[in-house]
């Protein structure tokens, strides 16, 4: 099955608004990491998380290992922030990503 | 301080021909990735480099793909031949594992999309 599961897949709020998107692993993980990718853009990294609270502007990531799950909150939503977020997250003995399908996020004005 | 740098950006190939993709890592990071993103399959890793010598090629992408590490500031992806199938962004990624904790920040180049005809 998938090791990586991300909710909602898609996922469309009026601007101002607030989001809350979820990343699930099957196993467990050394560490995780969350992107942000526009149509035909590259992927950014937006938060390198192996665990705990990490907060950047309007972006705040969680990660509780031990429940092998993350989250990514976004607050007062902007249009400039639609696109897609795609968790990742690394496990046994090698440091490669295993992605999630990603959340498809669209903000209207 | 210059990020991952992929080149070229577009290439458009007929099914059969070689193509090669580069890849420049950050400077210093032991660590290089190729993968490939499909909006069916999504993100795949291709191949894995650790300190120029490969740790992991992909397993499904064995035949017709290769990944080499000429020195620790330069890779290539070579795919021959090309089938219209492996029409894809090809990513490349770097980090620095410096004490072989097996967990580090991954930073990604801009991609080179791939259609093959």
């Known amino acids: 099955g998938q090791q990586v599961q991300q909710s909602p897949a898609s996922l469309v709020l009026q601007e101002g608004e607030n989001a809350e998107l979820q990343c699930n692993f099957s196993?467990?993980?050394?560490?995780m990491q969350w992107f942000y990718q526009r149509p035909g853009g590259s992927l950014v990294s937006l938060f390198y998380?192996?665990?705990g609270t990490k907060q950047s502007g309007r972006l705040t990531s969680t990660t509780v290992i031990k429940e092998r799950r993350s989250s990514l909150h976004i607050s007062s939503s902007q249009t400039t922030d639609s696109g897609t977020y795609l968790c990742a997250m690394t496990s046994g003995s090698f440091n490669k990503l295993t992605f999630g399908a990603g959340t498809r996020l669209a903000v209207c004005p | 301080d210059a990020g991952v740098t992929q080149t070229p950006r577009h290439e458009v190939a007929e099914k059969g021909q070689t193509i090669i993709l580069k890849c420049e890592p950050v400077?210093?990071?032991?660590?290089l990735f190729w993968y490939r993103q499909t909006k069916i399959q999504g993100l795949e890793l291709l191949s894995y480099?650790?300190?120029?010598?490969?740790?992991?090629d992909g397993g499904a992408f064995k035949d017709r793909f290769k990944a080499e590490m000429l020195n620790s500031s330069f890779s290539t992806l070579k795919i021959q031949p090309t089938e219209p199938k492996d029409s894809a962004v090809y990513l490349c990624?770097?980090?620095?594992?410096?004490?072989?904790?097996?967990?580090?920040?991954?930073?990604f180049g801009p991609g080179t999309r791939l259609t093959v005809l």
């Open positions: 990624a770097s980090s620095l594992d410096w004490g072989g904790f097996n967990y580090a920040e991954q930073f």
């Open positions: 998380n192996p665990s």
């Open positions: 196993t467990s993980l050394n560490s």
């Open positions: 480099f650790r300190s120029k010598s490969l740790m992991e």
């Open positions: 400077s210093g990071h032991n660590d």
